[in-house]
């Protein structure tokens, strides 16, 4: 969902790409240093990280596909604890 929040900012692809590429541990710190390390708006990308928006984004992406990516496993999570 970080990545989707990312999108936001038009930068979705190198969210993605930057995310999947470091790995390590997925929480609200890393999410946030890695959209600070290609200049997003912090306060912007943290409001975002906080809201239902990207949760219903990518639910609705997989309730319309049949994307085995979808099945059994979670999105990343917000920020929410």
């Known amino acids: 969902m970080a990545a989707e929040c990312a999108g936001e900012q038009d930068a979705f692809w190198p969210y993605h790409d930057k995310l999947f590429a470091e790995g390590g541990d ?19 990308f943290r409001v975002c990280l906080q809201s239902e928006h990207p949760r219903r984004e990518v639910e609705a992406i997989c309730a319309t596909r049949s994307n085995s ?12 604890a």
């Not at 710190?29 to 200049?39: D, E, R, T, V």
């Not at 990516?69 to 929410?80: H, K, L, Q, V």
Request: glycine letters at 6%.
């Open 69 to 80: 990516a979808c099945r059994g496993r979670r999105p990343f999570s917000s920020m929410a």
């Open 26 to 44: 997925l929480d609200a710190a890393k999410f946030l240093a890695l959209a600070s390390s290609l200049g997003l708006d912090q306060e912007r």
